[in-house]
């Protein structure tokens, strides 16, 4: 096959939108932190994930707390649960984390239950 016009490449990047050239920067920085990508986690592995929570809540299961977390790295989302937690100091919608734990599927969602965390300095990606 042959190579690619330069001009021709210009071109095509130009066009593209700016929410393309956020995901391909966003799991271009997933896979150079040695992060896996959401999409390719499986059921019932140990990964380490990093990626941004888009949405917090609190939600109260049998009287007792949980903490979600819709949490994505452009490449796909899992929810993240902290069982018996109110709040994370720190964590808040739109914060870079760093997250290590097994995931599983449930009703056809990934869930991620009581990971490790790290929130990361969003000035350092």
């Known amino acids: 096959m042959p190579a690619r016009n330069p001009l021709r490449r210009a071109l095509d990047w130009m066009r593209r939108s700016a929410d393309e050239h956020d995901l391909e920067q966003s799991v271009r920085t997933v896979r150079q932190s040695g992060a896996t990508p959401i999409a390719q986690v499986q059921d019932r592995e140990r990964a380490t994930l990093r990626g941004r929570i888009s ?32 709040e994370i100091p720190g964590m808040i919608a739109g914060r870079e984390l760093l997250v290590t734990g097994r995931v599983s599927w449930v009703d056809g969602r990934r869930r991620m239950y009581n990971p490790f965390y790290e929130l990361l300095d969003s000035s350092a990606s």
């Open 55 to 86: 949405v917090l809540t609190l939600v109260p299961r049998s009287g007792t707390p949980w903490l979600e977390a819709d949490f994505s790295d452009g490449s796909g989302t899992i929810t993240l649960i902290w069982m018996g937690r109110r």
